[in-house]
Structures are given as C-alpha cells and as structure tokens.
C-alpha cells in the first residue's frame, strides 16, 4: 500500500457500519459476490478510495448499487465524499474514478436535476404530485372490503415513513378501488403538509419515462429527481413484469427512498408472491411493510356507495332502486359508477324520473339481471336492514318489545313467501318451537291492520323481497 493510503482504524469502524448498512439492503449473494471483496485504501476527510477487483466490477456496481450505494456512503463518512475505485495491476493513468460515481456523490445542486414530467420547452414547471383531487378519504366509503388498506392509509397519512405499513402494497381485482386509496393517502399527506414532495405515477408511465432518459443520456438525472421524492406512490407494479432494466432502475430508487426513511405505496392486482418476471429482491423487498388485499364489496357497502354518489351526482333515487342496483352490481365499484352514469343519461336525456322501471330497463344492457328466490335467509337479513337491528340480536333470546316484534314479523314473512315448515322458520330465527311461529303468524295480521308504522315496515320489506 502507497504512502498516503493507511486507512485509520476510526475509518474502518465507519466502513464496517456501512457493510452492515449495504448487508441489509442485499441478498447474502449479492453481498459476498460485489461488497465483500471491496477493501478501503484511504480516507482524507473527502476522498474515499476503495480497491475492486476488475473494471466490470466497477461497471456493475455502478449499473446496480450506486443509487444505495452512495447515500450510505455520505451518511457515514459525510455529504461531500467522493468515491474512487481503485483496479489492481492497471497503470495509474487507466484507473478510474468514475464519472457516475463522482458525479452522484458530489452534487449538491438539485436545481439543474430534470423533472421527467415536465413538457418539452417550458423551461419551469412547479412540482406537481399527479394526484386527482376527487379521490379523498372523504369520498371513499369504508367497509369490510377495504378496512386494512384504508385504516393503514390513514396512519401513513399522518407520518409517512414512520409507520411499519412501509412499503403498503395494496392489491386486488381492477376496479375495487386501489388507486383511490393511493391517492387519498397522497392528498391527506399534502394537506397536512403542502411542502412534501408526494408523486403519484402508474408503472407505465415510469417506464415510458425511463426509456426516453436512457436514450437521451439523462438516466442520472431522471434516477435523482426520483430519489427526491418522499412519498412515491406507484400504481399497477404488475406492469414491471419482463422489464429488467426498468426493475433494475426502481429497485435503486426503492432502496435509496426506503433506507431515508421515505414512504412508499404499491398497488397491484395480485398479492407480491403471485408476481412473475419480476426480479426476486424487488418481490422480497414489497414484503418488507404490509400487504392489504381489496375484495369486493358486500351489499351494506354497495349500498353505501350507491347513496354517496347520488349525492355527488345531484340524483333523486329511491331506495328501492338503490336496493336493486346494489343487488344486482356484482363486479366492482367502476362498474356502480357506469351504471350511474347510465341512469343520469336516460333520465336527463328522455326527461324521465328515475323508478325501479326505468333502473330495470337500462341495467339489462350493463349487468345480467338476477331472479333471486325468496329464502328464509334473506327475509331475515332484509328484515334487520330495515328495522335496523343486529342480525344476531334478531337470533338471540332477547325479547325486548323491539326485538320479539322484528322476530315475529320475519317469522309471518317467511311463512308467507316460502315454503319453510313452521319448525324449520323457528330453527332459523334463534331455536324457536313451531308454536312461537304459529303465534308470530296470528300477530301480526292484526298489528298490520291496527298499526300503520308496523303495515309500513312489513309493507317495505315485501316491496324489497318482490
């Protein structure tokens, strides 16, 4: 070793630390084969040489680890170190410290770094997330098909980064609203604090931009601008499948934003162990936070849904057709909001209120219209989403004036519209003998004809069952 290139103990510790660092950003592969082998020869406060073994080494290093290669280095031995690579057996003259290197670890000047998503020939553009204003928490309704990935939202919101959802991979069938939760993470992230550098952008689009920086030679530029950023939110990453130089380019952009304590949030349509052609360290790493699955919506949410855009839209609808849709909307919440649109059209365009009639007419060309069969099942059901009592209430042995009432008015619907025995209605409504049912039969007949709130409800649950 030259003169010159002892390196001090107190600088081996450092180096050590950022092996550890590197250790837990890489596979026990990928560490043995392009870290181990890399031996510090000197450190003069801004200067760090480092022996490798041959130039493609280097070039590989370069190609795949700078990007988390270099913020480890400056957050050990400081912001204004540079890297030189040293080869062995090479004239001095041929040794290189490399331009990337140099270059990344020594700009500190983000204002000549290229914004991917500003237009050719205007000159300044402010930095703009690529969010949709619309889609907000408070226009996204909750339930049992999206409570992981919204409740997790909402604490990124309010410290992204600082959570253990880092990244959120949210995934799920087209439609069910993934990007909607992106995005209304990206919002709530904004509207607490305007100056955060939130971007939202789809895998293609990533993609089509990385193609035009690598043939216009701006890859620095573009992976830069990308390690800026402290909320990427980036939508379809399915979409990366079979794209090696693009997978490779993201993977540096993940580690370098994840490792600085940046937010990260994926959408998908299939969990991270289902992804193919995608490289195994980017899989590994979407499992690092928490993956939330979106499901369908059951109907007490479709019903939600369906009431909170008729309000957006301005529509005067029933419930007996917000029922129907609800009913009869199978697929997913894109396919709700066509069939909205739809209603709208004929309703504005024939100058038609919008009834049950009309609703029927026009979902025959959107949705395959279902005859369902009256069961005892769904008599019950209905009957608690009326009166609006728990369906497990409804079942119990509680017999307060509310509940034996609601009990006996399925029990008279279900001897009415179905073909159930009398004992068979009692086992279904909470164990009852076929004598209580008997008697519910009797009962409410009469309320019906001496009590108008009692032949309202009867009346509404019937309507809904017809």
């Not at 550098?197 to 030679?217: C, I």
């Not at 949030?265 to 790493?285: C, F, H, N, Q």
């Not at 209120?353 to 029927?360: D, S, V």
């Not at 769904?378 to 369906?391: H, N, P, R, V, Y």
């Amino acid at each position: 070793m030259a003169s010159g290139e002892i390196f001090e103990e107190r600088y081996n510790a450092i180096w050590q630390n950022c092996l550890s660092l590197i250790k837990n950003q890489t596979s026990d592969d990928e560490f043995v084969k392009w870290f181990k082998p890399m031996v510090p020869l000197s450190f003069d406060g801004e200067n760090l040489r480092i022996r490798v073994p041959d130039q493609s080494h280097v070039q590989y290093i370069e190609q795949n680890y700078i990007s988390m290669l270099r913020p480890i280095i400056r957050e050990e031995f400081g912001l204004k170190t540079r890297l030189h690579y040293a080869i062995p057996n090479v004239a001095p003259a041929t040794r290189r410290q490399t331009g990337t290197g140099a270059a990344l670890y020594s700009q500190t000047d983000t204002s000549t770094i290229k914004n991917p998503f500003v237009i050719p020939g205007i000159k300044k553009v402010t930095f703009d997330s690529q969010l949709n204003p619309e889609l907000t928490f408070e226009n996204h309704i909750e339930g049992d098909c999206n409570r992981l990935a919204r409740s997790a939202g909402i604490s990124i919101s309010v410290a992204p980064g600082k959570t253990s959802f880092n990244p959120l991979f949210i995934y799920g069938n087209s439609g069910l609203g993934k990007t909607h939760i992106a995005q209304a993470i990206g919002l709530a992230i904004k509207e607490r604090d305007p100056e955060c550098k939130v971007l939202y952008v789809s895998s293609n689009r990533f993609q089509n931009q990385f193609q035009t920086a690598a043939w216009r030679g701006e890859l620095n530029d573009f992976i830069q601008f990308y390690q800026m950023i402290d909320v990427l939110i980036i939508d379809d990453i399915q979409e990366l499948a079979g794209k090696p130089g693009t997978q490779n380019i993201f993977f540096n952009i993940f580690s370098h934003l994840r490792m600085l304590g940046k937010q990260l949030i994926l959408t998908s349509d299939r969990p991270p162990v289902e992804l193919t052609d995608i490289e195994e360290r980017l899989i590994t790493r979407f499992k690092w936070g928490l993956s939330a699955q979106l499901t369908p919506p059951d109907l007490a949410t479709k019903i939600e849904i369906l009431r909170h855009k008729c309000r957006k839209m301005g529509l005067e609808v029933g419930d007996d057709v917000i029922q129907f849709l609800a009913q009869n909307i199978k697929a997913n919440v894109r396919e709700i909001e066509g069939a909205l649109t739809s209603l709208e059209a004929h309703s504005r365009l024939l100058g038609k209120r919008i009834t049950l009639e009309l609703t029927r007419n026009v979902m025959r060309d959107i949705v395959k219209i279902e005859t369902r069969e009256i069961t005892v099942d769904s008599i019950i059901d209905l009957t608690c989403s009326i009166l609006k009592i728990d369906k497990a209430v409804l079942l119990s042995a509680k017999r307060t004036r509310e509940v034996a009432q609601a009990r006996q008015i399925a029990m008279y619907l279900c001897k009415q519209h179905t073909k159930t025995p009398l004992a068979g209605i009692g086992a279904a409504l909470g164990g009852k003998n076929h004598a209580t049912v008997l008697h519910a039969c009797k009962t409410i007949p009469n309320l019906i004809e001496t009590d108008k709130i009692i032949r309202q409800q009867v009346e509404e649950i019937e309507r809904q069952l017809r």
